[in-house]
């Protein structure tokens, strides 16, 4: 079985020949930049079952050991790699089926932010209730190949 995954513009996709392991929240600060966010998600597979079937990713060398990987056209972030390592993680967000992925570990807790625990507490709201009937047209390239 296969996981497939990409980009917001449909620019970058991957698949992953093998089922996503070491899946993780991360919190340090890196990643909060990274993602212009709390905190990424990310799982992975050896490299050898992993390939990108459309396009390339700009990578960023974000530390002296890692390279993160993102769309140069919509932004969205995709991997994080140690080069030399037999290892890439893709960010959960960007697989098809991210649901399927719940993570299973946190990393860089020093840098959690304090009310990020609290984010399960909040009320919610439907996305189509808060824009009050507008109707909105995604460009976003659909959660499958095409």
Not at 55 to 60: E, I, M, S
Not at 104 to 133: C, H, N
Not at 135 to 142: E, G, K, L, M, Y
């Given at each position: ?5 990409g ?9 992953l ?17 990274a993602?212009g966010?709390?905190?990424m ?10 390939v ?5 990713p ?23 790699f ?14 098809d ?15 959690k ?12 709201r439907?996305f ?13 390239h659909?959660d499958?190949?095409?």
């Amino acid at each position: 079985m296969s996981w497939t995954g990409g980009c917001q513009c449909g620019a970058v996709r991957y698949r992953l020949d093998a089922e996503p392991a070491r899946s993780n929240v991360c919190h340090c600060r890196m990643c909060q930049k990274a993602a212009g966010a709390p905190f990424m998600t990310f799982a992975g597979v050896t490299m050898s079952n992993f390939v990108w079937t459309r396009g390339t990713p700009k990578t960023f060398a974000s530390s002296d050991i890692a390279k993160r990987g993102f769309c140069a056209e919509c932004g969205t972030p995709l991997s994080y790699f140690i080069p030399g390592r037999d290892w890439i993680s893709v960010t959960i967000g960007s697989l098809d089926r991210a649901g399927d992925i719940p993570p299973t570990m946190q990393y860089g807790v020093e840098s959690k932010l304090a009310w990020a625990d609290a984010i399960s507490s909040l009320p919610v709201r439907d996305f189509t209730a808060a824009l009050e009937g507008r109707a909105v047209r995604s460009h976003q390239h659909p959660d499958h190949e095409t």
